[in-house]
């Protein structure tokens, strides 16, 4: 017997007789159904004492499937830590694990020193750097981020760091009337880790500077951050190995914002993050 086969079944109307058997053709789970009608004879039909049933054969349209689609599970990416700690204002962690990305983007010889040279900088490639800085403009209303911090170095700062860590409240101003004072920030408690209207533009991320300012200035020269037309200037090796590190103890380079009252101005910095 054929199943959902309906190309013998004429559109009129059958009738039969209920003496005969019905072979009906139709399965269970067709959408076609049969409606009974019952007549009853008249006196005059031949067929005496036999009911007369008439079958019609009506569709229905099958209702479609509803099954929901399962929402499908996104694929972590090396960088969805970082948007987790950002997307939860948890600054601190993010801060931490901006660090642990670095070192990781660095090569095996950061992983295994712990830290990045200045000069490992170069193998970080453009769109890591601008995912990390992307995602900390995204979560803080861009005013945190490297190339924020960027913005401040070559506009407001003069590319002059003293200038820098002071616009971005890495130093904190001390309380002497006769001249202004600065110190470096203890971290991590002296930091700022909420994103309010008091927050310094560019206060985070924090990059390491106890043993100078090669690797900032690195990464804020890297070609992730250069805008299209912008000229970068010639790396000062000397001038910029002894400014903040540690062959000078922590004192201030002379010249530039403060001039020679920068040595008894600065204290060491205590910069280990």
Request: net charge negative; hydrophobic share 30%; glycine share 6%.
């Amino acid at each position: 017997m054929a199943t959902n086969s309906f190309n013998t079944i004429p559109s009129h109307q059958h009738t039969l007789r209920r003496r005969h058997s019905i072979d009906c053709p139709f399965s269970s789970s067709s959408s076609f159904f049969l409606k009974s009608i019952t007549k009853n004879p008249s006196s005059s039909t031949s067929f005496t004492n036999h009911t007369l049933i008439t079958f019609s054969v009506s569709s229905t349209t099958p209702t479609p499937s509803t099954t929901p689609t399962p929402t499908p599970t996104p694929t972590p990416t090396p960088f969805t830590v970082l948007e987790q700690h950002l997307s939860c204002q948890n600054f601190r962690e993010a801060d931490e694990e901006t660090r642990r990305l670095l070192i990781q983007l660095a090569g095996e010889a950061a992983i295994k020193r712990g830290y990045v040279f200045f000069s490992e900088v170069q193998f970080i490639s453009e769109s890591d750097l601008k995912e990390i800085d992307s995602l900390w403009r995204k979560y803080s209303d861009n005013k945190f981020g490297y190339s924020i911090q960027k913005k401040i170095w070559n506009s407001k700062a003069n590319r002059d760091f003293t200038n820098f860590f002071i616009k971005v409240g890495w130093m904190k101003k001390l309380d002497i009337e006769e001249v202004d004072h600065y110190n470096y920030r203890a971290f991590p408690n002296e930091f700022i880790w909420e994103l309010n209207e008091e927050t310094p533009e560019g206060h985070l991320p924090l990059t390491n500077a106890l043993r100078g300012t090669q690797l900032l200035k690195c990464i804020l020269c890297h070609p992730a951050f250069v805008e299209q037309g912008e000229e970068e200037e010639e790396e000062d090796d000397k001038g910029e190995n002894s400014n903040y590190g540690e062959d000078n103890k922590g004192s201030v380079k002379k010249g530039g914002l403060f001039g020679g009252l920068r040595s008894k101005l600065f204290s060491k910095p205590d910069y280990s993050f």
